[in-house]
């Protein structure tokens, strides 16, 4: 367990989300076919046989199988879009500073 959590996750639970758990992630959070996890490779949504995307492919899974209803992903390099796409989403990248990223490790 995280002795805290990062600032965008801990506002979104002030305003009532509900955290369900964590997601799996390619390491270090800079791949991007979702299959670099020491957790295994995310199956994709929609053909299960194709890559699931990026780094943030388990937050787009989350969504797309119906575990969650949104789930926040990085997208330091086109993570969290990727992703989205590949699994019949739209992901969404906020204006640089709108949001908090502290507490996100930043890609290389």
């Given amino acids: ?14 305003l009532g989300a ?8 390619d390491q270090f ?10 957790y295994g490779k995310c199956r994709n ?4 046989d194709y ?6 492919s388990g937050s787009s899974l989350a969504v797309a199988l119906g575990v969650a209803s949104f789930a926040p992903g990085t997208d330091t390099t086109g993570s ?3 992703p989205a796409a590949l699994n019949n989403l739209v992901g969404l990248k906020a204006t640089k500073g ?5 507490g996100v490790v930043p890609a290389c």
Wanted: charged share 10%; aromatic share 0%.
């Fill in 51 to 56: 890559p699931s995307g990026g780094s943030s």
């Fill in 1 to 14: 367990m995280p002795a805290e959590s990062a600032t965008l996750v801990a506002q979104l639970i002030a």
């Fill in 29 to 38: 959070a800079t791949g991007l076919n979702g299959t670099r996890s020491p």
């Fill in 98 to 102: 709108l949001l908090s990223t502290t």
């Fill in 80 to 82: 969290r879009r990727v």
């Fill in 18 to 25: 509900v955290p369900i758990g964590k997601t799996n992630l």
């Fill in 45 to 48: 949504s929609v053909l299960p």
